[in-house]
């Protein structure tokens, strides 16, 4: 994994592109993964643990992880095992938790790795166990509720089940209950009521899992927007996903994040058109007066949502321009209009924006999703450079 050690613009000489550059690069700016783990954990009055599920959302797990960990957060959100396990080969050996498995997994590698387990039912607490009697070790859970937001988690129904099982499971030495949780329906709506409603429902449940024996090391609510505007959400432990990322997880709201990820290229191939110029797939796009047209050479297979294309822009030859037509799987076209552009010339798809270029925002509302996707999408064809924490490091 290379780290950049200077300016990581494109020079305009011949050939100054490897060959796995030649097509586009994703710039990670791991200074900025830093700041936003020092400022998130400032904000928060518990532990916080840095998500790194998908790769860190498209960052790149480990140089993401061994940041934010330097940086102040304790512990790790994955999705998998296999998540979960690529960080303990790595040798990192901070608590992780992992998320989201069927019940007839092979846990046995995790609880030797002591990778915490979230448990939403007693067949996934059951299936764990087994797991740990096979293997002759305790492993660690964390057991979620379902405070409304009706995906995973156990209902409140049968949540005196769950943590009747878990402290029975905990006697016989199998398992041991670390944490209790839950998912917040609308964190990023300031004042909903539901966040409220959430913390009751989970205090509740809280006291249950007390009264039936179970005394949890951390409790965890809040995501990267709690972390922000809802302290009373905070507990023991808050979750940190995009916001570490330095995407700012409330519109309109500035909290002093910084975007780690700068997506940018080259342009493949430039020409003069005249006006009524057809340009891309059916013709959808037509020039209106006579134009520059420069080729992009990234399309919907490294994550350039298509949908973005009749509303989305580039910052090429020091402007905004517009992309031209349909996106495709490798390429698109850019208006340049009377910019001198010429082959080679760099072309940012997307940045902190502190050079006019747009941002990850911008491109997910183009393409009527989140930040996270358009993140999380860019593909592998697409290398990552790191810009590192530390200047001269």
């Known amino acids: 994994m290379s780290i950049v050690r200077e300016d990581y613009r494109w020079t305009d000489a011949p050939g100054a592109a490897t060959a796995t550059e030649s097509l586009g690069m994703a710039v990670i700016d791991l200074g900025a993964i830093a700041h936003n783990t020092e400022l998130l954990r400032s904000r928060c009055s518990g532990e916080l643990m840095a998500v790194v599920k998908a790769d860190g959302f498209g960052h790149g797990v480990l140089p993401v992880a061994t940041t934010a960990l330097a940086h102040g957060a304790t ?12 960080l303990r080969a790595a040798g990192i050996t901070a608590p992780v938790l992992s ?14 790795g002591d990778i915490d387990l979230s448990v939403s039912s007693v067949e996934h ?12 070790k305790c492993a660690y859970v ?9 995906r995973n988690g156990s209902p409140p129904e049968l949540w005196p089940g769950l943590v009747t099982a878990a402290r029975r499971l ?18 990023n709506h300031p004042g909903d009521p539901s966040v409220g409603v959430q913390s009751s429902r989970f205090e509740e449940a809280c006291a249950l899992a007390a009264a039936r024996g179970l005394d949890p090391r951390v409790r965890h609510l809040a995501n990267s927007a709690a972390v922000l505007t809802a302290p009373a959400t905070h507990l023991d432990l808050a979750r940190a996903g995009i916001a570490l990322y330095g995407v700012e997880p409330l519109a309109g709201h500035e909290s002093g994040l910084r975007p780690a990820m700068t997506l940018r290229t080259r342009a493949n191939m430039v020409r003069r058109v005249p006006g009524g110029t057809g340009v891309s797939y059916d013709h959808e796009y037509v020039t209106s007066r006579d134009t520059t047209l420069a080729l992009v050479p990234l399309g919907f297979a490294d994550g350039v949502p298509r949908l973005a294309g009749e509303r989305a822009e580039v910052l090429l030859g020091g402007r905004r321009c517009r992309v031209a037509g349909r996106v495709a799987m490798d390429q698109f076209v850019a208006d340049a209009g009377d910019a001198p552009v010429r082959i080679g010339d760099e072309v940012v798809l997307f940045g902190p924006g502190e050079q006019s270029e747009p941002t990850v925002a911008e491109w997910a509302r183009w393409a009527r999703t989140n930040p996270h996707e358009i993140l999380t999408g ?10 590192p924490a530390t200047p001269g490091v």
């Open 99 to 112: 998320w989201l498995h069927l019940p007839d997994e092979d846990f046995a590698p995790a609880i030797g």
């Open 142 to 150: 964390h057991l979620k509720v379902d405070t409304g937001l009706s």
């Open 75 to 86: 512990w790790l959100g994955v999705t998998s095992l296999a998540e979960a396990l690529h």
């Open 125 to 136: 607490l059951d299936g764990i166990a087994a797991s740990a009697d096979r293997a002759g």
């Open 170 to 187: 905990e006697r016989a030495g199998l398992v041991r209950v670390r944490g209790l949780w839950s998912h917040l329906i609308s964190g």
């Open 378 to 387: 860019i593909g592998n064809r697409v290398p990552r450079r790191y810009l």
